[in-house]
């Protein structure tokens, strides 16, 4: 009798694999799960090397896209080297880039089907909602305020994070909600949503509210079946006679008028440009931010932006602004010592990899949307477009909106946004070219 022996290890690994991304995106929405996060990347990312080496095709499948991210890295990687503080610099380019582009690549190549990425996604959203539901009970020992009064938000435990978190999972949820068929699954996603919506909008970040109103805008004019887009037409109209009413009976109320003022501020974009205090000191940070990298263009100071406080304090920048710069000499001879980055993507990306890492980054940036778009234009099926439209373009919309203004790029922020951009990916590279 012959003995056939079958391998059964690549169903093994594959099966780790799937069990340890997951939980490490569950524990990712969490905080003080570094140990256990980190046990539960390493391990996928072992098993997904594996896996790829015992596969007759190549180990990467090189493409534009993954050729533009790897340049992006390398650039990073070597500016982190010749940079200040190497051995910091490494430490970091390996929590903030490495970790997720190693997510990127293995969902690039592992999840190329939408119930792979259902399950996978499922992750945060289990997560998340297990955080807001955290919040609400905590914001009962603080009322109503709780959700939008800033003046005791250092003291919450579970709404530090939330708008950050929220405005990169909200199109995933919505995504998801197009993409399942389980009733019941979709009635809990759409009171989800709403109950997110509603936290967001109450929070007080202009980003963020523009980025979640950037989502829903993609969801009226693209969203599948049509009936989708008139209930969403619906409930904006409601929300926003209601919000009306209770601005108005709170009009008052100190925490009304400031929101007022923001709203105030993104209307008048050119006067806030102009003004020394625009977009909530962040003008001094911004030209300051100009002037360290016009010191070092081409390759940085290398990766984390901590650095960016002692950068500020060097005496040839100070004694420079005094003289041409009073108002950026004023901000950092005030607030000396403290950590105040420029709190934009992209000029932070400069900073700590040059001129040459931004390039790469926009240039990866511009691959990646050019092959989304030109397969949603190719592709008629309605689960394709609200996948690739609503929540890999709403996601990408919303994290860069959000990131105009901030740099959640090594934060959970952006691991979430590179997950999205890894089965963006897998997809684009699964239809034909």
């Not at 990127?104 to 955080?131: C, G, P, R």
């Not at 009322?143 to 435990?157: S, V």
């Not at 922020?413 to 070219?433: E, Q, T, Y």
């Amino acid at each position: 009798m012959e003995n056939n022996n079958i391998d059964t290890s690549e169903p093994l690994l594959g099966r780790i694999l799937h069990i340890s991304l997951f939980l490490y995106l569950f524990l990712l929405i969490f905080p003080h799960t570094t140990t256990p996060k980190e046990i539960a990347f390493w391990t996928a990312f072992l098993c997904w090397v594996v896996l790829r080496l015992r596969k007759s095709e190549p180990f990467i499948a090189l493409n534009p896209i993954i050729i533009s991210l790897s340049l992006f890295m390398v650039i990073a990687l070597i500016s982190s080297v010749c940079g200040m503080g190497p051995i910091e610099n490494i430490n970091r380019f390996k929590g903030e880039l490495l970790i997720p582009f190693g997510l990127f690549l293995i969902t690039a190549t592992e999840f190329d089907n939408l119930k792979k990425v259902k399950q996978l996604l499922s992750a945060l959203l289990i997560a998340f909602a297990i955080y807001t539901l955290m919040a609400i009970i905590e914001s009962a020992n603080y009322g109503l305020l709780y959700f939008w009064d800033r003046t005791h938000r250092d003291q919450y435990l579970w709404l530090t994070n939330y708008s950050q978190m929220g405005a990169i999972i909200f199109p995933l949820i919505l995504g998801i909600f197009l993409i399942i068929k389980n009733r019941w699954l979709k009635h809990f996603l759409l009171a989800f949503a709403a109950i997110v919506f509603v936290i967001l909008t109450a929070y007080t970040r202009v980003t963020v509210f523009l980025g979640i109103i950037s989502v829903l805008l993609f969801w009226i004019i693209f969203a599948r079946p049509k009936k989708y887009r008139v209930w969403t037409i619906a409930f904006v109209s409601l929300f926003l006679f209601v919000s009306g009413l209770f601005f108005y009976a709170h009009k008052e109320n100190i925490t009304i008028i400031e929101y007022g003022s923001k709203l105030e501020k993104i209307i008048n974009i050119s006067g806030e440009f102009k003004s020394e205090e625009g977009f909530s000191n962040r003008i001094p940070p911004w030209k300051a931010a100009v002037d360290i990298i016009k010191d070092r263009p081409l390759l940085g100071y290398g990766w984390g932006i901590k650095k960016f406080t002692k950068l500020v304090q060097q005496e040839k920048f100070l004694e420079q602004w005094r003289v041409n710069k009073p108002s950026v000499y004023n901000f950092y001879t005030t607030f000396k010592g403290v950590f105040f980055p420029p709190h934009n993507l992209f000029l932070e990306i400069a900073i700590q990899s040059g001129l040459l890492g931004l390039s790469a980054f926009i240039i990866f940036i511009g691959i990646y949307l050019y092959y989304l778009i030109k397969n949603i234009l190719r592709n008629s099926s309605d689960t394709d477009r609200n996948f690739s439209i609503i929540l890999v373009g709403g996601t990408f919309l919303s994290f860069m909106i959000i990131n105009l203004m901030n740099n959640e790029l090594g934060n959970i922020s952006g691991k979430i946004f590179f997950v999205v951009l890894g089965v963006g990916a897998a997809w684009i590279n699964s239809k034909p070219r």
